[in-house]
C-alpha cells in the first residue's frame, strides 16, 4: 500500500516482528488483560456462524479460523492490504488453501462473490476516522454477501465508552501513533453505521470491545417495487 493512502497508518505495523508475538501479546495479554475481552467466544462465533463460502478480511495470523476448525468444504478467502498478514495467515491455513487478495476494504473489493459469511475481527479501529466513515467498509463487505448473508465481528471502542485507566491509557497512546483511529468510536455508532448496510444488527459491548453480528445485507438500490 502507498504511503500517502489514508488506511496505510491502520495497518504499517502488521511487520513479521509483530506478527510473531501476535498471538500471545494480542490476543493473549491486550484481549485479556487490558482490554477484558476474551478470546474464547470469539472463536465460539466463528464456529457458529461462518458459512460455506467465508471472506475474512484483516485474518491476522490466522489465528481465529484455524481455531474454530471448519469443515472441509468450507472456502476461505483472505483479503488484507498488508502482504505480510497474508503470508501469515495462509501459511497456517495453507491445508484449507485459502485465496488471499490484497486489497483495502475501504476500496470496492475485487473478490468473486457472493460469500455467505464474512467477518471483520478488530479492523474497524484500525480504519481512519471518523466512525461515519468506516461504514464504507461495511457497505463494501455487504455488496459481496448473499442475500442472507453475515457479517460479525468485533472493534475496540473510543474514550466515550466505559474503560479502565489502562485501557484508556493504551487506546490513547495507539491512536497518538496512527495505529488506532477509533477515539471517537462509539456502540451505538457502530451499530447506526452497520444497519446502513444490514437488515438485523446486534452490538454486545464486552469490556473494551463491541462484538456484532449483521444480516441481511440490504441492496445498494432502492426497490422499485417499494
Known amino acids: 500500500m502507498n504511503r500517502d493512502d489514508p488506511s496505510y497508518k491502520g495497518q504499517r505495523g502488521y511487520n513479521r516482528f509483530l506478527l510473531a508475538i501476535y498471538d500471545p501479546w494480542v490476543l493473549g495479554f491486550m484481549a485479556r488483560a487490558v482490554w477484558k475481552s476474551p478470546i474464547p467466544p470469539v472463536v465460539e462465533r466463528y464456529r457458529r456462524l461462518m458459512g460455506r463460502r467465508h471472506l475474512d478480511v484483516g485474518p491476522g495470523t490466522g489465528y481465529f479460523l484455524e481455531r474454530s476448525a471448519p469443515s472441509e468444504e468450507t472456502e476461505i478467502t483472505l483479503l488484507d492490504p498488508n502482504p505480510n498478514v497474508l503470508r501469515k495467515a495462509s501459511r497456517r491455513l495453507a491445508a484449507r488453501k485459502p485465496i488471499t487478495v490484497e486489497a483495502d476494504v475501504m476500496k470496492p473489493l475485487p473478490v468473486e462473490g457472493p460469500f455467505d459469511s464474512a467477518a471483520l475481527s478488530y479492523v ?54 496512527g495505529d488506532f483511529d477509533n477515539l471517537g468510536d462509539t456502540a451505538e455508532g457502530l451499530r447506526r453505521i452497520l444497519e446502513e448496510s444490514f437488515e438485523k444488527v446486534e452490538v454486545d459491548v464486552v469490556g473494551s470491545t463491541a462484538n456484532f453480528t449483521a444480516t441481511r445485507p440490504r441492496s445498494t438500490y432502492p426497490d422499485p417495487s417499494g
Do not use: M, W, Y
Request: aromatic content about 4%.
Open 124 to 177: 474497524l479501529h484500525c480504519l481512519r476516522g471518523p466512525q461515519p466513515n468506516k461504514s464504507v467498509a461495511i457497505r463494501h463487505i455487504a455488496d459481496v454477501l448473499t442475500a442472507d448473508g453475515v457479517l460479525f465481528g468485533g472493534t475496540v471502542l473510543g474514550l466515550e465508552e466505559r474503560h479502565t485507566p489502562q485501557a484508556r491509557a493504551v487506546l490513547k497512546a495507539f491512536n497518538r501513533a
